[in-house]
């Protein structure tokens, strides 16, 4: 989301990030529910131009797209509990990163740092 923002310090963070990232060839891999975030984001803000761009591009980053499926829903509920600072999008994230044993997560969202078992990959130069 940061990487299509209009926040341009945090833009820039998350494209330091992802360079680094990439530069150390990791393999990088999303949620559907990420792309039904930015999906929500451009139809809201009435940007429905730059849906595809934006597709492309984080289809072209991310080497797969994990399905969000029941078992994480159910399991974001129960996160949502035991975690009040997770909104509910970032208990799917954490839902369906448990449901396929990822452990790192590269977001600014400070939610994730309660959640034992997942690592936040903090920004470059940002103190995090």
Same mark, same amino acid.
């Given at each position: ?79 949502? /509990? ?10 799917? /994230?954490?839902?369906?990163?448990? /449901? ?29």
């Amino acid at each position: 989301m940061y990487l299509t923002g209009s926040d341009e310090r945090l833009k820039i963070d998350a494209q330091r990030a992802l360079e680094r990232l990439t530069g150390d060839r990791r393999p990088l891999v999303t949620s559907s529910e990420v792309l039904q975030e930015l999906l929500h984001r451009y139809v809201s803000s009435g940007r429905r131009e730059a849906i595809e761009p934006v597709f492309d591009t984080l289809r072209a980053i991310v080497d797969q797209v994990f399905p969000v499926e029941e078992a994480d829903i159910l399991a974001a509920k129960d996160l949502v /509990h035991a975690h009040p600072e997770l909104s509910s999008r970032d208990a799917v /994230h954490v839902a369906v990163m448990r /449901h396929h044993q990822i452990t790192k997560i590269l977001s600014f969202d400070r939610g994730f740092d309660t959640v034992t078992g997942i690592m936040r990959l903090p920004a470059p130069d940002r103190g995090d």
